[in-house]
């Protein structure tokens, strides 16, 4: 399958693929996309049931989205790439880095897990997704991707964000939650022979910071760098720390 992307920065700079979080489009990566086009060929794919990608019947599994994103890739003549994911993104980034190695020159993981701590919410999510449509959830889901003060001081962003979760297809939306429900390779983490950043965010109430300790801690040579004052949207809340992690992280591969 072949996922909706965009493409910003020079066609001859390395690459770096942004892999997006359940229930956003590219548009999450706002921040990140144009700030990084300076140094790198920035490819920003919506997983399948997102965004402009297709939208095929559930259940999806993360090897089904990731072998989506090397799929787009083969089609863009992108042998290899570093890659950037949040939370679900971030699975879809680990299971390229134990299934298909030398498709990564580097990972960073973001607000992600190896066994997300909630499974049982996500079928439940999934299973109103289907009866209610995304819009019922929308509400609760920006509740978590913001810290308090972030959304009190930005409420029109707040808004914006919510809109993007509720606009998600049902199908899409809940044939990925269960994706994160059935995903658990804390067992096979040694296997990642990739350069890894782990970046938390230290307010993370999806994936708190000792989730991404276990990340941290399984795979060999891993980096972990807390963010302050961001919840589970780290990268957009604070650019100002994350969007230098990412650069500094994937130059070194380029």
Same mark, same amino acid.
């Not at 350069?195 to 994936?207: I, K, R």
């Not at 961001?230 to 994350?242: G, N, T």
């Given at each position: 399958m072949k996922l909706h992307h965009v493409i910003e920065g020079p066609d001859d700079a390395p690459p770096l693929v942004l892999l997006c979080s359940l229930g956003s489009t590219v548009d999450m990566? +706002?921040?990140?996309?144009?700030?990084?086009?300076d140094e790198f060929r920035v490819i920003t794919l919506d997983h399948r049931g997102h965004g %402009? $990608?297709? @939208? &095929?019947?559930g259940p999806y599994a993360v090897e089904d989205l990731a072998r989506? @994103?090397?799929?787009?890739?083969?089609?863009?003549?992108? &042998?290899?790439? $570093?890659?950037?994911?949040? $939370?679900?993104g971030g699975a879809v980034a680990q299971w390229i880095g134990l299934h298909a190695p030398e498709r990564a020159s580097t990972l960073a993981l973001l607000c992600t897990?190896?066994?997300?701590?909630? %499974? =049982?919410?996500?079928?439940?999510?999934a299973q109103t997704a289907r009866a209610d449509g995304v819009a019922s959830l929308a509400d609760a889901v920006v509740a978590r991707w913001f810290t308090d003060?972030?959304?009190?001081a930005e409420p029109d962003t707040v808004r914006r964000m919510r809109d993007m979760i509720a606009s998600t297809p049902a199908e899409g939306y809940a044939g990925c939650c269960e994706a994160v429900a059935a995903w658990d390779v804390v067992d096979e983490l040694g296997g990642i022979d990739v350069?890894?950043?782990?970046?938390?965010?230290?307010? =993370? &109430?999806?994936?708190p910071p000792e989730v991404q300790q276990v990340l941290a801690d399984g795979i060999p040579g891993a980096r972990l760098e807390s963010v302050?004052?961001? +919840?589970?949207?780290? &990268?957009?809340?604070?650019?100002?720390?994350?969007t230098p992690l990412l650069r500094e992280h994937a130059k070194g591969a380029s």
């Open positions: 990566w +706002a921040p990140q996309r144009r700030e990084l086009a %402009g $990608s297709p @939208v &095929p019947d989506d @994103v090397l799929e787009t890739l083969d089609d863009l003549d992108v &042998p290899r790439a $570093s890659f950037a994911g949040v $939370s679900l897990a190896a066994l997300f701590p909630n %499974g =049982d919410t996500f079928r439940q999510r003060d972030f959304a009190d350069p890894t950043l782990v970046v938390s965010g230290v307010e =993370d &109430p999806a994936t302050a004052d961001a +919840a589970h949207l780290a &990268p957009f809340q604070r650019p100002e720390i994350v």
